[in-house]
C-alpha cells in the first residue's frame, strides 16, 4: 500500500498499540474474546488496544482556462 500512495499521491498512516494484557513479545492473543483470560466482551478487547489506519487523499489539481 505504501508504494501505490508513493505512486497515486496519497498518505497511509497506521499507528498501533499492543493489547495492554499481553505487553512482551512471548506473550500472545488467543485470537478470540471466548478464550482470552483478561476479556469477557468485545469492548474490553476493543480497549485493550488496537491499530488504526489513516488514509488521506488530497484534492484533484484543477486546470486554470
Excluded: Q, V
Excluded at 37 to 57: K, N, P, Q
Amino acid at each position: 500500500m505504501k508504494i501505490f500512495s508513493e505512486r497515486f499521491n496519497f498518505t497511509i498512516n497506521m499507528e498501533s498499540s499492543r493489547c495492554k494484557f499481553i505487553p512482551g513479545e512471548e506473550d500472545s492473543c488467543p485470537g478470540t474474546i471466548s478464550e482470552c483470560r483478561f476479556c469477557t466482551t468485545r469492548e474490553d478487547c476493543f480497549a485493550s488496544g488496537g491499530t488504526t489506519f489513516t488514509l488521506y487523499f488530497p484534492p484533484a489539481k484543477t486546470t486554470s482556462e
